[in-house]
């Protein structure tokens, strides 16, 4: 369960609040500089807010002791040093929070990436970086998923497994909290964001509303138009 | 202690770093070399070591700047350790247990101090190429030239370590004081910093 | 050759090394004047002035890193492979080309720099130590900025050979200290005074602290000669190599 309660940052968010439940994938979705970044930064101890708070399961990120146990987190780039192999970036990663060594080999398994743990980072394609950055994501097995922009950079194939991925951690009892630009996600639950505001949040039903699409309400919401593209 | 550990693995399975320390001892050993054929009556890895004791500040400047690399391993180390006093006090640690082995041949815990001051630039500038100019600049350039215009600074500047063959209570202090003050202010920094 | 300027004027680390390079030298020259006036009575005074130039060097040599090393720095953590150098390739995709125009960009903001360096610092000698300055000699000022414009060519060449600004830094600035490792070799074998710093420097320096006395213009001569073959090696690889 995530909790973001007011959070302000000047000029950035106003009073940003919504709540992302556990089972269901919950898209948070705005145009590109809307702050959808800012909130994850802010959810996950990276940046500072000015006011407000943003919880998972009741505590702040940085107050959990082994917070990779707690929430997989996926930002852009891979996270890892471009000189290292994947299994070496891993490792540190596991040893950080003194989860066992076996879950290296386990969450490359798990993205597909079992033959490349020798190679090094830098020789990743985009894709295979994304699936590096995931499976750290997933080395403490957290019932918390925040991914940011989970797509950029895949493969139609890529976005495929990506999708069928996410449900799959839903389904498994996992709050799935998932920042994107792109609409074309089956999504639980849905906060707009615009401006550094929340315009709308609900189920996507909900959301939707009166419009034909999840799209439709969208573009009428942050009020880009048809052909502002 | 898991924190210590993870900057440990960190530290050791960098090529560059791995690099880094092999041809800092390459030179040291080919400088002594030249030194005992020069000056016979001075220690020749001492000698030697006014120069290649910039090995163990590109050794500390690499260390920190590897988190802000393509790649922004910083993020995933802060999501893996979230509390940045936690953070910095691993990464001082781990640095200090490497350096120190690598520092035994010598037998000078001046160059631990090295490489923490190094540390320190690197993690206040976030550049490697930056970090070891300035570096450099301070330990091989300025300090040698203060101590050559001024010679009562002698003692304070921050490569009085290595000069000194006993180690009396005021130079231990200095060679503590610079790596120290260096390393906090990075920690502070560190820690005030959006990531 | 203009774009070029652009980038390197726009860069924080070039001005970190153009102040540097421009401020140091003369700072040094009050540092020094109290020092040198007891120096003096030893009877080494055809350099003053210009001796303190060495240390404005390594703003010349962190331009002639930052140049190339800004070039491989990613620019973005989404696309690994991205630096700068693949946008600046698709801008100009001749090769040959860009190398020379960086080069000239280079040679022209360090020569400026050099030249204003040295006259600075030979004019606050005759400030400071007015009885014992050497007179201005506009040759010498000369002299003193082609020393540093080829110094920051060869560092140039150097990066772009190793592609990493961390080893030229390196190796440059440990060369440039008090006792250089150069000078050391010179007690091993006096060919190492045909080394690039050694020769360079007697290019304006009329002093023999290495004991070895090269004539000025065949120090001008091998100096160029040494810049001239890294920088054919550089581009020869710089040719070669995938962007």
């Known amino acids: 369960m995530i909790s973001i309660d007011r959070v302000s940052r000047p000029g950035i968010l106003h009073e940003v609040s919504f709540v992302a439940r556990p089972g269901r994938v919950t898209g948070f979705l705005g145009p590109n500089g809307a702050g959808k970044t800012s909130t994850v930064r802010i959810l996950l101890g990276l940046d500072r807010a000015a006011g407000g708070t943003a919880l998972i399961n009741n505590r702040a990120y940085a107050s959990w002791p082994r917070p990779l146990t707690v929430v997989g987190a996926l930002l852009d780039g891979s996270g890892a040093h471009r000189a290292r192999t994947a299994r070496a970036h891993l490792r540190w990663l596991a040893a950080s929070n003194g989860l066992p060594r076996g879950r290296v080999g386990e969450v490359l398994d798990v993205v597909g990436l079992a033959g490349a743990g020798g190679k090094r980072a830098g020789r990743f394609s985009l894709g295979m970086s994304r699936r590096l950055g995931l499976a750290a994501a997933l080395l403490g097995d957290p019932p918390v998923l925040v991914l940011d922009e989970p797509f950029n950079g895949l493969d139609p194939a890529g976005i495929h497994w990506m999708r069928e991925f996410l449900r799959r951690c839903a389904g498994e009892g996992r709050t799935v909290l998932l920042s994107s630009h792109l609409l074309d996600f089956p999504v639980d639950d849905v906060v707009v964001i615009n401006h550094g505001r929340v315009v709308a949040r609900g189920t996507t039903a909900e959301v939707t509303g009166e419009h034909d699409s999840l799209e439709q309400a969208f573009l009428s919401l942050t009020g880009a138009g048809a052909g502002s593209w | 202690m898991t924190a210590v550990h993870a900057e440990l693995r960190k530290l050791i399975t960098l090529p560059s770093l791995r690099w880094t320390a092999a041809l800092t001892w390459a030179a040291t050993l080919v400088l002594a070399l030249a030194v005992r054929r020069v000056a016979p009556q001075e220690d020749p890895i001492r000698a030697a070591l006014r120069w290649t004791q910039a090995g163990f500040l590109v050794f500390g400047v690499l260390a920190a700047t590897q988190e802000y690399e393509p790649g922004g391993q910083i993020r995933a180390t802060l ?103 260096a390393t906090l202010v990075a920690a502070v920094v560190l820690r005030r910093r959006n990531a | 050759m203009r774009a070029e300027l652009r980038k390197l004027f726009g860069l924080p680390t070039a001005w970190v090394g153009l102040v540097l390079g421009l401020i140091a030298a003369p700072a040094l020259v009050f540092v020094n004047a109290p020092g040198v006036r007891r120096a003096i009575e030893s009877g080494e005074i055809a350099d003053l002035g210009y001796e303190n130039l060495g240390i404005g060097l390594l703003g010349a040599l962190i331009l002639g890193v930052v140049t190339v090393s800004s070039e491989y720095t990613s620019t973005g953590d989404d696309s690994p492979g991205a630096h700068q150098m693949t946008a600046t390739l698709l801008a100009m995709p001749r090769r040959t080309r860009l190398l020379v125009a960086k080069g000239m960009a280079l040679a022209l903001v360090v020569a400026v720099q050099g030249a204003l360096t040295a006259s600075a610092a030979v004019l606050l000698t005759e400030v400071v130590l007015p009885e014992y300055a050497p007179p201005f000699a506009p040759d010498r000022i000369a002299a003193a900025a082609l020393y540093w414009t080829l110094l920051a060519l060869l560092a140039y060449a150097v990066t772009l050979i190793f592609r990493n600004g961390v080893i030229t830094l390196t190796v440059f600035i440990v060369n440039s200290t008090v006792v250089s490792v150069s000078y050391l070799l010179t007690k091993l074998t006096p060919w190492a005074a045909y080394l690039p710093d050694i020769v360079g420097a007697h290019m304006f320096l009329r002093g023999d602290a290495t004991g070895v006395r090269i004539a000025p213009l065949t120090a001008g001569l091998v100096m160029t000669a040494w810049v001239a073959a890294l920088l054919a090696v550089a581009g020869y690889l710089f040719h070669r190599r995938p962007a």
């Open chain 2, 79 to 181: 999501l893996a350790v979230p509390r940045r006093w936690t953070l910095a006090a691993a990464k001082a640690v781990a640095l200090i247990v490497v350096a120190l082995a690598l520092a035994a041949p010598a037998g000078s815990p001046y160059l631990v101090g090295v490489a923490l001051v190094g540390a320190a630039l690197g993690s206040l500038l976030r550049s490697s190429v930056a970090g070891v100019a300035l570096g450099l600049a301070i330990y091989l350039v300025a300090s040698p030239a203060m101590r050559a215009r001024l010679p009562g600074s002698g003692p304070w500047l921050p490569d009085a370590g290595l000069a000194a063959e006993v180690w009396p209570p005021g130079a231990t202090l200095t060679a503590a004081a610079w790596p120290l003050a």
